[in-house]
């Protein structure tokens, strides 16, 4: 028996202590790239939205020092007087001294009408109407600067310069998983552009308009890249690139193609045109760009009309992401096979060592199974075997003692639960000692009704005795919600009970200061309800709408039939102090209440808020601080009653027209 149970012992502690090492490889490794994935890649993908919005600020930033420089122009009283003057060679020479500066390709000052006064460019010519260009339109219309993307035909650039039309025109290369265009050859060309009102004594006297084209200029994507990435590289291809798209072509990018060439003239992926250029989204995901994966960020660029005319592109190379991910797995694969050469060398030595402290375990556990607690085992070391014999005592010891603490617990509950028994059986006897008062404000009032013949007496005592009914009520219903039995629903006309209660309310000496407004819907249907309970639920929320408002307000009853979903909407509004908004998720919890020490137990909308769900519908609340709050009840409608009601009106509809 005891070589079985040193057998069994050794046989499970090996291979436990093995599935232990082989689990927590397996999880260190799940776990490794779960945190590679989460944090890493994770951070890669903040890195790109970031480094977007580098592109982004730098991209715009070149377009507000055009847009600077134009509105400089246009300040200068000495350009003024030569544009009323038609000083064209000082203007040209301005212009051109200015396009050199701002390392531009356009600059050109046009009149009133947008007729063209003079270029950078003087051997381009004068007096052609350019009118017709966005920004130039936008400021003659407008008389205000503007700056932004604009594509330029190539009728526009050839006034301007054939050597720019020139560098414009890109073929197009047909691109995997690109969407299939006819084009074969681009000509138009995406610039940077600005315009600004030149104006004399408040009246508009020219334009002055600068443009930098992008088709196959290289400077800014390439200072963004080295910005931000540096020159970097992984296997042989750059970890970071920038393009700018017109459209979805590739017009000035630093992404190389397999024979290492800037990839001009190819194609962003469908997938990306249709979220980017067609609906105007960011994207920001993995994306094959050109012959590579990269994570990538694509941005839409909009011209002056808000109109997606081309793309702001920034990506990092995935490999130098699935090269961290790879060394991860194997730091992590090696970790857990070396664990696993320990863990079979340790297991041979705790074998060795564990097997006899285990048997006087076993001998001392069957003892104490007989009953027998004074049985303690004595320690043989002082390792953590020795202690667990220490520990071994110490719980038997614990054993007894919470054996003794827990015969206590039991006769302490035995008393409470008599104690709890007592104060229901004592709630249960104030309950009815209060129907005999109640039955005898009852008897003697109704005998009064019967005796009196002055009728409004006895309205008044007809209010003495249903209230009383419904006092009487109250207690029954206190009694029934102890024995838990159902609520009695009767079919009940919600608008009836309003008025009936406002009647009452109207009179008291809380509402003599508030008004009282009633929106009813008169084609609410009848609805099976406990009639007592929904005034009582009516009452309470008026009478906390009037404790809410202390100098005086308005409290609003409205009730409507919502058709669609078949159910009767009740809404009670005030224009008090509001609910602030971190009460609101706790105004139903039971002894919840905002009010002053003594004026209120937190039970009300406690209460009210079960009567709503015992009749199953919904309640909720919508206040502002200062405002006023809104309680807002929907009681569902039985099928067949809504359809004896829609007949009823359709009745009432057909005998009005006949009449």
């Known amino acids: 028996m005891k070589e079985i149970v040193k057998a069994n012992i050794s046989t499970k502690l090996v291979i436990s202590l093995l599935s232990v090492v082989v689990i927590s490889g397996i999880n260190s490794v799940i776990i490794s790239r779960n945190v590679i994935n989460k944090n890493v890649v994770g951070q890669a993908y903040d890195d790109v939205r970031s480094n977007l919005n580098t592109a982004r600020y730098i991209y715009f930033k070149r377009v507000n020092i055009i847009y600077l420089f134009t509105k400089h122009l246009a300040s200068l009283g000495y350009l003024q007087t030569a544009i009323l003057q038609n000083n064209r060679p000082l203007l040209s020479e301005k212009l051109n001294e200015v396009r050199k500066e701002l390392d531009i390709d356009i600059m050109t000052i046009t009149d009133a009408a947008g007729r063209v006064v003079a270029r950078a460019n003087g051997s381009a010519g004068y007096g052609d109407d350019i009118s017709g260009d966005r920004f130039v339109r936008y400021v003659l219309q407008n008389r205000k600067s503007c700056s932004g993307t604009d594509i330029a035909s190539r009728e526009l650039l050839l006034r301007e310069d054939?050597?720019?039309?020139?560098?414009?025109?890109?073929?197009?290369?047909?691109?995997?998983?690109a969407r299939?265009?006819?084009?074969?050859?681009?000509?138009?060309?995406?610039?940077?552009?600005?315009?600004?009102?030149?104006?004399?004594?408040?009246?508009?006297?020219?334009?002055?308009?600068?443009?930098?084209?992008?088709?196959?200029?290289?400077?800014?994507?390439?200072?963004?890249?080295?910005?931000?990435?540096?020159?970097?590289?992984?296997?042989?291809?750059?970890?970071?690139?920038?393009?700018?798209?017109?459209?979805?072509?590739?017009?000035?990018?630093?992404?190389?193609?397999?024979r290492g060439k800037r990839a001009v003239g190819t194609q962003v992926s469908e997938e990306v045109y249709?979220?980017?250029?067609?609906?105007?989204?960011?994207?920001?995901?993995?994306?094959?760009?050109?012959?590579?994966?990269?994570?990538?960020?694509?941005?839409?660029?909009?011209?002056?009309?808000?109109?997606?005319?081309?793309?702001?592109y920034v990506g990092i190379l995935e490999d130098k992401y699935n090269i961290i991910k790879r060394n991860a797995t194997i730091f992590a694969l090696l970790v857990t096979l070396i664990t696993a050469l320990v863990a079979v060398a340790l297991s041979v030595y705790l074998i060795r060592s564990?097997?006899?402290?285990?048997?006087?375990l076993v001998a001392a556990s069957q003892e104490i199974v007989r009953g027998n607690y004074s049985k303690k085992i004595v320690p043989v070391s002082h390792d953590e075997l020795g202690y667990l014999g220490v520990t071994f005592n110490r719980m038997i010891d614990a054993i007894d003692e919470r054996d003794k603490k827990l015969k206590e617990q039991t006769e302490m509950q035995i008393v409470q639960s008599e104690k709890l028994a007592s104060l229901g059986r004592l709630a249960s006897g104030i309950a009815h000692e209060i129907n005999n008062p109640l039955t005898g404000v009852l008897s003697y009032s109704t005998a009064l009704y019967d005796e009196l013949t002055d009728e409004r007496?006895?309205?008044?005592?007809?209010?003495?005795?249903?209230?009383?009914?419904?006092?009487?009520?109250?207690?029954?219903?206190?009694?029934?919600?102890?024995?838990?039995?159902?609520?009695?629903?009767?079919?009940?006309?919600?608008?009836?009970?309003?008025?009936?209660?406002?009647?009452?309310?109207?009179?008291?000496?809380?509402?003599?200061?508030?008004?009282?407004?009633?929106?009813?819907?008169?084609?609410?249907?009848?609805?099976?309800i406990d009639s007592n309970q929904i005034k009582s639920v009516i009452n309470n929320l008026a009478v906390n709408a009037a404790d809410a408002m202390h100098d005086g307000g308005e409290l609003t009853m409205?009730?409507?039939?919502?058709?669609?979903?078949?159910?009767?909407?009740?809404?009670?509004?005030?224009?008090?102090?509001?609910?602030?908004?971190?009460?609101?998720?706790?105004?139903?919890?039971?002894?919840?209440?905002?009010?002053?020490?003594?004026?209120?137990?937190?039970?009300?909308?406690?209460?009210?808020?079960?009567?709503?769900?015992?009749?199953?519908?919904?309640?909720?609340?919508?206040?502002?601080?200062?405002?006023?709050?809104?309680?807002?009840?929907?009681?569902?409608?039985?099928?067949?009653?809504?359809?004896?009601?829609?007949?009823?009106?359709?009745?009432?509809?057909?005998?009005?027209?006949?009449?």
């Open 162 to 177: 054939r050597k720019l039309a020139d560098r414009a025109g890109i073929r197009v290369i047909p691109t995997p998983r």
């Open 180 to 258: 299939k265009i006819d084009k074969m050859f681009e000509t138009n060309g995406m610039s940077l552009a600005a315009a600004a009102p030149v104006l004399s004594g408040g009246r508009l006297i020219g334009v002055i308009y600068g443009a930098k084209m992008l088709n196959n200029d290289f400077e800014l994507v390439d200072r963004i890249k080295k910005l931000l990435f540096k020159d970097d590289s992984v296997n042989g291809y750059e970890i970071g690139t920038v393009t700018i798209f017109m459209d979805d072509l590739r017009i000035a990018t630093n992404v190389k193609n397999s």
């Open 274 to 312: 249709r979220k980017v250029i067609e609906h105007g989204e960011v994207w920001l995901d993995k994306a094959f760009v050109v012959n590579n994966w990269y994570l990538s960020g694509y941005s839409p660029i909009h011209d002056i009309n808000n109109k997606v005319i081309g793309i702001l």
């Open 354 to 360: 564990i097997i006899t402290p285990i048997r006087s």
């Open 457 to 528: 007496c006895r309205c008044d005592l007809k209010v003495i005795i249903d209230e009383t009914l419904r006092c009487r009520e109250i207690v029954k219903g206190i009694l029934d919600f102890a024995r838990e039995t159902k609520i009695e629903k009767l079919p009940g006309d919600i608008n009836r009970i309003i008025i009936d209660l406002l009647s009452i309310l109207e009179k008291h000496v809380n509402f003599q200061n508030i008004k009282i407004k009633k929106q009813l819907s008169e084609n609410l249907p009848e609805i099976n």
């Open 558 to 659: 409205s009730t409507e039939y919502d058709e669609s979903d078949r159910k009767i909407v009740v809404r009670v509004s005030d224009t008090g102090i509001g609910i602030k908004e971190e009460n609101l998720p706790k105004i139903f919890d039971p002894f919840f209440t905002t009010k002053e020490t003594g004026k209120g137990t937190g039970l009300g909308l406690a209460v009210t808020y079960g009567i709503v769900q015992r009749h199953n519908g919904t309640i909720k609340v919508d206040s502002t601080v200062g405002r006023g709050t809104t309680f807002t009840i929907e009681f569902p409608v039985e099928v067949s009653m809504a359809k004896q009601q829609d007949l009823e009106n359709s009745r009432k509809d057909a005998k009005s027209q006949r009449f």
